[in-house]
């Protein structure tokens, strides 16, 4: 069975991260390329008020990022470390770069098929450009298809990755810290169903006012932690960087040899930047702008925050510190590890870590129950969102109280599953991707704000 289920993620992963460098090839390296004017729309250089959506820029991508940052960066990174050695994070940082591109063409496709409603709010998504996108192509009946199977996916990721395997992993943390906790899970529970359903309740503006206010504040509280750590131990970082260079070529890391690892790496890269899911168009598809182009290239920073320099940064405190070969942590999981190796060079930051694993945890759920939510609409209308939100919370207090290793495979499932209609639909749209993108950075080059 253990051999079934590594086999179904490697195929998973290989449809990731092949689309991934498709994509790149095709849209000329755009995450590299791209990456300055991604700064600058972000900065509010391009923002207009005026224009049809209903965050800006950056709200937008505060609400993806609060999707995607967190334990994912938190636990996910353990995870990939106990399971596949150190190099695994190799392999994660190579997903995470490509992944950037992945994050520009679904997104841009989510803006450039977005519908508009009549009382100004936005429906947008995979969902959304499978279903009109490849009708325009004269694949209708593809595009339907594809465009359900992923709203349904797409539903069980939000009660899956998004509540119950933040809820389990955020419980485990704090019971580190506040032992308190420890065999009252129902309560940590319901503790993060009330703060959750005092926050959906207000749909995606909410959650982008939210997010945007959490989500830097976290980023900052534990980028400087992790700063802290590498530059008081800057000595051991040239042989930790060694250690992880190592073991994503050695055959002994990890049982299964270097595609062992490299699994382990770009399936825990997938699990923290969502990249190729489809899933951050839906948040980046109620953005303020006219170009779509310019959204999906805001877009592209995402995997770049969230794997290339925080996962990074975990993954070198983990190291440095030697927790992950200590045989007195190896019973502990994910987001546990990596308080431990905070715990052991900054005495009282476990209790910091903890509070930002429960507002990562938190953000993160919020974020996603929007997903799930426009998944759900598509499929069954508005009428019944009270239902979907419902079972959203009981999903996250659901997620609290089972075991890890269940929950862990479940949300890896239904995340990484979302993918294949997602990216089967993006492959087709590619060339008018890489056509709209042609002409915004033509008219970009000439001075222009716009590529109309």
């Known amino acids: 069975m253990q051999f079934l289920t590594l086999g179904i993620f490697s195929i998973s992963v290989l449809w990731l991260i092949s689309g991934a460098v498709f994509f790149t090839l095709r849209m000329k390296f755009i995450n590299i390329r791209g990456f300055w004017h991604a700064i600058e729309v972000l900065r509010g250089k391009y923002d207009d008020p005026t224009e049809a959506g209903e965050v800006s820029h950056f709200q937008a991508l505060a609400t993806a990022l609060s999707a995607t940052v967190g334990l994912g960066n938190i636990a996910g990174v353990a995870i990939a470390i106990s399971l596949g050695g150190p190099g695994a994070v190799v392999w994660m940082t190579l997903g995470g770069l490509f992944g950037m591109t992945s994050k520009f063409v679904e997104c841009t496709l989510g803006q450039k098929y977005r519908v508009i409603k009549p009382d100004g709010t936005v429906a947008g998504g995979p969902m ?44 485990a943390a704090i019971t580190t810290v506040v032992p308190w906790f420890v065999g009252r899970s129902w309560l940590y529970g319901l503790i993060l169903v009330t703060f959750v359903g005092m926050v959906i309740i207000g749909g995606i ?45 050695s055959p002994e890391a990890v049982e299964g040899g270097v595609f062992g690892v490299m699994i382990q790496g770009l399936r825990r890269s997938a699990f923290s930047n969502e990249a190729g899911v489809g899933s951050a168009a839906i948040a980046h598809s109620a953005a303020r702008t006219q170009e779509p182009v310019r959204e999906g290239i805001v877009a592209l920073l995402e995997p770049f925050i969230d794997t290339v320099v925080i996962c990074n ?54 974020s996603w129950s929007y997903y799930g939510e426009r998944c759900w609409d598509y499929l069954f209308g508005q009428n019944n969102l009270i239902l979907y939100k419902v079972l959203f919370i009981l999903a ?57």
Request: proline share 2%.
């Open 205 to 249: 503006k909410r959650i982008g006012q939210v997010a945007g206010a959490i989500v830097p504040a976290m980023c900052v509280i534990y980028f400087v932690a992790a700063l802290w750590i590498l530059v008081t131990n800057f000595m051991d970082i040239p042989g930790a960087m060694l250690t992880i260079v190592n073991g994503a070529l």
């Open 128 to 171: 959304y450009y499978l279903s009109a996108g490849l009708a325009e192509m004269g694949h209708q009946n593809l595009g339907k298809v594809l465009a359900v199977i992923f709203s349904i996916l797409g539903i069980g990721g939000a009660f899956g990755g998004a509540s119950m395997f933040q809820a389990n992993q955020s419980y």
């Open 313 to 366: 940064m975990t993954a070198l405190v983990i190291v440095i510190t030697g927790v992950y070969r200590n045989p007195e942590f190896t019973q502990l999981s994910g987001a546990e590890v990596t308080s431990v190796a905070f715990g052991t060079a900054i005495s009282w930051f476990p209790l910091m870590l903890a509070i930002a694993i429960f507002f990562f945890a938190f953000s993160t759920m919020i």
């Open 396 to 452: 996250v207090f659901t997620g609290a109280v089972l075991s890890s290793g269940v929950v862990i495979n479940f949300s890896d499932g239904m995340l990484i599953a979302m993918s294949f209609p997602n990216l089967l639909g993006a492959y087709f749209l590619s060339g008018q991707v890489a056509g709209d993108l042609d002409k915004y950075m033509r008219q970009l080059n000439k001075g222009l704000a716009t590529a109309q």
